[in-house]
């Protein structure tokens, strides 16, 4: 499809358990970005990719939660030994340019920890 | 520090009516951009407008319009003739100060109802 694509849509964990939610940006979108947004409040920034360098990490929670877009294309965002507060919604957003703010967002993928 | 406060949690109108929602920011920064987006139920959020901080020439497009005051760090977003598919939650946001506009600081969102 045209738009960002994040699988998978749902994903339920134990706690402890590792996870891994993938994200296709728009093709040639240069920017990539992961927010997590918790039930009944805005999007949070964790990271940021500009092609396959990941310029700023500075949102990003744990040392759990890691991020990574080896071919500037296609991310992967990994949790390890998930926690309970580590249930939310994580959201891909591209963009064209290296600074823009028109961000384009995927549907997420709703991460519920047991 | 940056900060988005959208003080209305919820707003429920009926179909036609004109609704306002609020949006008020903090920054240090003399250079900064201020976005909405609409959020529906499907869950992807859909960029709506982008301001910069030097033009504060309010902005009009359909039914939306956009009121923007440096004076009183606010920037709100006016519905007019409110329809079904305009419910969803609204996020204003504000763009970070080391220039990556894709950072983005988000209120907390306003839910819109329009009943029919």
């Known amino acids: 499809g045209a738009g960002v694509s994040q699988s998978p849509r749902y994903k339920v964990a134990k706690r402890g358990q590792d996870v891994a939610l993938r994200c296709d940006p728009i093709s040639g979108h240069v920017s990539l970005f992961w927010y997590q947004q918790a039930l009944g409040q805005g999007p949070e920034f964790l990271t940021y990719?500009?092609?396959?360098?990941?310029?700023?990490k500075s949102g990003l929670p744990s040392d759990r939660f890691f991020a990574e877009r080896p071919e500037g294309s296609v991310s992967t965002l990994k949790i390890q030994r998930t926690q309970q507060e580590d249930s939310a919604v994580y959201l891909c957003?591209?963009?064209?340019?290296?600074?823009?703010?028109?961000?384009?967002f995927g549907e997420g993928s709703r991460l519920t920890v047991l | 520090a940056q900060k988005v406060t959208q003080a209305q949690t919820e707003i429920s109108v009926v179909e036609k009516e004109d609704v306002t929602l609020d949006c008020v920011y903090e920054?240090?920064?003399?250079?900064?951009?201020l976005f909405w987006y609409k959020q529906p139920p499907s869950g992807e959020l859909v960029f709506l407008i982008r301001r910069n901080s030097f033009d504060e020439q309010n902005e009009i497009s359909g039914r939306y319009s956009w009121n923007f005051q440096k004076s009183t760090s606010s920037f709100n977003f006016t519905i007019t003739a409110s329809q079904v598919v305009d419910s969803a939650v609204y996020f204003c946001?504000?763009?970070?100060?080391?220039?990556?506009?894709?950072?983005?600081?988000f209120g907390q969102g306003t839910t819109l109802q329009v009943k029919p």
């Open positions: 946001a504000l763009s970070g100060g080391s220039g990556n506009t894709g950072k983005l600081i």
């Open positions: 990719f500009q092609n396959e360098a990941q310029l700023d």
């Open positions: 957003a591209s963009s064209f340019g290296q600074i823009t703010g028109e961000l384009f």
């Open positions: 920054t240090r920064d003399t250079t900064y951009y």
